[in-house]
Structures are given as structure tokens and as C-alpha cells.
């Protein structure tokens, strides 16, 4: 996974291990290998600003690094690497979704979980993958069938709750997203259900209605998590997506969907950097099982073997 963007930092490693004649790094040599890694960065998907930012924490951090004559000259470039981005993203947390929602079980149920983006990037198929990971241990959920406007977003949805076993709290289509939400976590209150999942729609994001839709279904619902889908393909455009839809709902974190089809890789460094909100999974296919958890520790690693 994340072949372009491991590559870039591979080169850039290998660049500076070839060049090295001493056991200092010369400036002179790292301000060119820097412009290398810009591009190569801009072409892995990662957005101008990130890029610079990336470019610049990993520099600053080889500055001060000594070079073993003989030792394994690599390494010790590739730690600095790693270290230089842990560092950048510490401002963002790791959240171990299922430990967390289970957790939050212990004091309140039905936990509610608020699903958010535009159509297409995932959010229904998220919902089905999340519900499937908790119910394999052992837990129950009902979902609430909000996107009442695009049409077949229910019958979809129920397509998805028909193979998991799920119920679905629906209305009709044109009705109030809220009440269906309200509706389904009575109705969990009611029979003990311990998740409610929440679809909602997600026609044009500069639809101010919608927003305050959502935001209306934010407010009644009192989600424990809302979660934004973003496209992994869609990168900067999902990004101001997010940033739009921030400012009328409250958003927790991020799962970034479709890394399966998406070897750039670069939009994952620009969701961090941007919007400082965990990722809590990545999307890497359309089964129930194609959802890997995310932390930022692994990722770094992964990009850097
Ligand atoms: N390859 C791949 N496809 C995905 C992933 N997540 C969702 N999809 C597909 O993206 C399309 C839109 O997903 P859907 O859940 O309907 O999006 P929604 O409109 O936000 O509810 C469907 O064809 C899904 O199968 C993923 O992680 N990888
Ligand atoms: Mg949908």
C-alpha cells in the first residue's frame, strides 16, 4: 500500500545515503535532495503546503544527525525520518476505535455513532464494516436510515442490514433525518440494542439546508462519535469537504475509504496535517472484512521499510 509515497521516501533515503562522503550531512546537499522530495511528495498526493511542511520537519531533523563511518548509514537516516514525522503529527491522537466504542459501553447505551460525507465516498458501507467488526464480538446495533433524500439510499441500506441481520429505523423518503435518528435510539433503548449507527445524506456539500439538516441531526441525536468519510481518491476535494462540513457539525475523527484502489498514498499525511483529528480506520475494499484499523506509529513505519 502507499507505493508512491513509500518510494518517495525511499529515493530521497537512498539520494542522501549515496551522497554521504563524511560523517556530517552538508547543507549544500540537503537543500537539493529537499527539492527532490517536495516533488516526488506532490506527486505521491500530498498537498503543497504538507509537502513543504513534511519536507521541512524532516530536514531540520537530519541536520543534526551524525553519520557512522562504517555502520549501516541507512538506518540511522530512515530513524531520523521516522522520528522527524512522529514528531510533526504527535498533535494528532491514535484512537483504537473498537477499544474505545466498547469502552464507552460501560457507561452509556446505547452508544450512537453519527456517520457524515458526501454520496459516494463510503459512509453505508462503513457503517455495514464497523457494525460487522462489532458484532463478530459479540454486540448488537441498530441503524437509522437518515439519508432520506437520495433515492434508494434506504432500500441500499437495508440491502447491507438484510445480510448482517441489522434493523433498520426508516421513514419515509422527504422526512426529518433527526426523528429518524431520534426514533432508532429509542427504539435501542428500548430492546437493549448497544449501537445505533446513524447514514446520513450527503447530496452537495455547499447545500446549506443539508447542513443544517445534519446539524439538526447532530443536536437531537447527541452522537458519542461523528465520524467524516473521505475518499481517499477524491484527496484535496474531500479535505474542503471536511472543512466545510466542520463548520456546521462537530466531526471526531476520520475513515478514509477506498486506500485500496489509492497507492499515492499522500492524501492520508494531508488529512493529519490539516484537520488534526484521528483516522480511525482505512477502507481497502467493498467487503465487510476490507477495514483496517489506523495508527499514525504503523503507517510511518510501514512507509519507511
Ligand atoms: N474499493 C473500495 N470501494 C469502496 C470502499 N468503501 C466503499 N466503497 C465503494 O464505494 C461506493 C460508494 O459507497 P457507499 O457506501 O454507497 O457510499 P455512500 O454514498 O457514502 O453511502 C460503493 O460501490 C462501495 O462499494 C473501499 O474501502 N474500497
Ligand atoms: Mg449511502
Known sequence: M????????????NSIVSSIKTTELSEDKLSEVR???????????????VADAV??????????????RFGDKESVIRNSILEALN???????????????TKALQVKKPV??????????????????????LMKRGYTAVWAAADTYRAGAI????????????KVIKHSYGSDPAAVAYDAINHARVKGIDYVMIDTAGRMHTDVNLMNELSKVQRVSKPDL?????????????????????????IDGLIITKVDAYPKGGAILTFLYELKKPIYFLG????????????KREFFDQLLT
Open 2 to 13: 502507499f507505493d508512491k509515497l513509500r518510494n518517495a521516501l525511499k529515493s530521497f533515503t
Open 35 to 49: 527539492e527532490e522530495l517536495f516533488m516526488q511528495l506532490v506527486e505521491a498526493d500530498v498537498a503543497v503546503d
Open 55 to 68: 519536507c521541512d520537519a524532516i530536514i531540520n531533523n537530519l541536520k543534526g544527525v551524525k553519520v557512522p
Open 87 to 101: 514528531r510533526m503529527f504527535s498533535d494528532v491522537p491514535d484512537v483504537d476505535f473498537i477499544s474505545e466504542v
Open 112 to 133: 450512537v455513532l453519527l456517520f457524515l460525507g458526501p454520496n459516494g465516498y463510503g459512509k453505508t458501507t462503513t457503517i455495514a464494516k464497523i457494525t460487522h467488526q
Open 155 to 166: 432500500e441500499q441500506l437495508e440491502g447491507h442490514a438484510n445480510k448482517l441481520g441489522v
Open 226 to 250: 461523528s465520524i467524516f468519510i473521505a475518499d481517499a481518491l477524491l484527496g484535496n476535494e474531500a479535505l474542503d469537504i471536511a472543512k466545510y462540513y466542520s463548520k456546521y457539525v462537530k
Open 284 to 295: 481497502v475494499g467493498q467487503g465487510y472484512d476490507d477495514l483496517k484499523p489506523f495508527n
